[in-house]
């Protein structure tokens, strides 16, 4: 079983950055995909960002491409967001997810594909 615990979250003005960690232990860690989702407050999960652990492809929300990075250490089973030039928009519990789906990257992922998920970290921007 795949346990996955975040970190990183907090409170931050309109334009600030943030960086979520995401680390996965368990007895046998294999993910074909790793990815971060956000639910706001009386909304549906949505999908943030993606990665293939193998080599690295990334694949993001329109919403947030060029302002959030998702990025993976291997030896470490650690998961990133780096997340700039926050917005109000972009509060919400991030949420950090593994998948062993395979083609799960050849499409934008839904919560569905991920199997395993942290317990959510809060990130709140204040305006």
């Known amino acids: 079983q795949v346990q996955l615990v975040e970190s990183g979250g907090g409170l931050v003005q309109a334009g600030g950055s943030l960086r979520l960690s995401c680390a996965a232990s368990g007895r046998t860690f294999r993910a074909y995909a790793m990815g971060w989702f956000r639910q706001a407050p009386g909304k549906e999960r949505e999908f943030v960002a993606a990665?293939?652990?193998?080599?690295?492809?990334?694949f993001y929300l329109d919403s947030v491409k060029g302002r959030f990075t998702i990025s993976r250490v291997k030896d470490k089973n650690t998961l990133y967001l780096q997340m700039n030039s926050l917005r109000p928009e972009d509060t919400a519990v991030y949420y950090c997810?593994?998948?062993?789906?395979?083609?799960?990257?050849?499409?934008?992922?839904?919560?569905?594909?991920?199997?395993?998920w942290g317990q959510g970290t809060q990130v709140t921007v204040s305006s």
């Open positions: 990665i293939s652990w193998a080599s690295a492809g990334a």
């Open positions: 997810a593994a998948s062993q789906r395979i083609g799960v990257l050849a499409r934008t992922p839904t919560s569905n594909d991920f199997g395993s």
